[in-house]
């Protein structure tokens, strides 16, 4: 266990906890670290109807959000190096953020998730559930929530 450590991460102080965490965690087991972070995907209308503006020219939401996870997880990614931290790998994902979650610890073969208790979700996430809520009840490896 806590040989491969999936971070999901998403920009927020709970999430760099998170990632903190397992750096620590991975240090004293020897384990690696891969770092995600999930943007939501826009259907073709919403896209269409919604412009983000990026350097110089009108980008789609998905395009800017993908930029911007991309971003996210270099920067995740130096500060787990910096750390001290080997082996770390940081990936950029489309899709619902729970469920892709769980999909990529699965098709990566990790053994552990270890994420902040609360990211940057909306109201949605205090109705429906937080994703690591949700990552906790469908994920099939050990999750450890941090706060």
Same mark, same amino acid.
């Given at each position: 266990m806590?040989?491969?450590?999936?971070?999901?991460?998403?920009?927020?102080?709970?999430?760099?906890?998170?990632?903190d +965490?397992?750096?620590?965690i991975?240090?004293?087991?020897?384990g690696?670290?891969?770092?995600v972070?999930?943007?939501?995907?826009?259907? !073709?209308?919403?896209a269409s109807l919604?412009?983000?503006?990026?350097?110089?020219?009108?980008?789609? !939401?998905?395009e +800017?959000?993908?930029?911007y996870?991309k971003?996210?997880?270099?920067?995740?990614?130096?500060?787990?190096?910096?750390?001290? +931290?080997?082996?770390?790998?940081?990936f950029?994902?489309?899709?619902? !953020?729970a469920?892709?979650?769980?999909a990529? +610890?699965?098709?990566?073969?990790?053994?552990?998730?270890?994420?902040?208790?609360?990211?940057?979700?909306?109201?949605?996430?205090?109705?429906?559930?937080?994703?690591?809520?949700k990552?906790?009840?469908?994920?099939?490896?050990?999750?450890?929530l941090?706060?």
């Amino acid at each position: 266990m806590f040989q491969r450590i999936l971070v999901p991460v998403d920009g927020s102080d709970q999430a760099t906890r998170g990632l903190d +965490a397992a750096i620590e965690i991975a240090e004293r087991f020897g384990g690696a670290i891969l770092i995600v972070c999930v943007y939501r995907h826009y259907s !073709p209308l919403e896209a269409s109807l919604s412009m983000v503006r990026g350097s110089g020219r009108l980008d789609t !939401p998905d395009e +800017a959000l993908k930029t911007y996870a991309k971003d996210l997880v270099k920067e995740a990614k130096q500060r787990a190096i910096a750390a001290g +931290a080997e082996g770390v790998e940081a990936f950029a994902k489309r899709g619902h !953020p729970a469920r892709t979650i769980v999909a990529f +610890a699965e098709e990566q073969k990790v053994d552990s998730i270890v994420m902040g208790t609360r990211g940057l979700g909306d109201v949605g996430g205090f109705l429906l559930g937080s994703v690591s809520h949700k990552v906790t009840s469908m994920a099939k490896v050990t999750c450890v929530l941090v706060k």
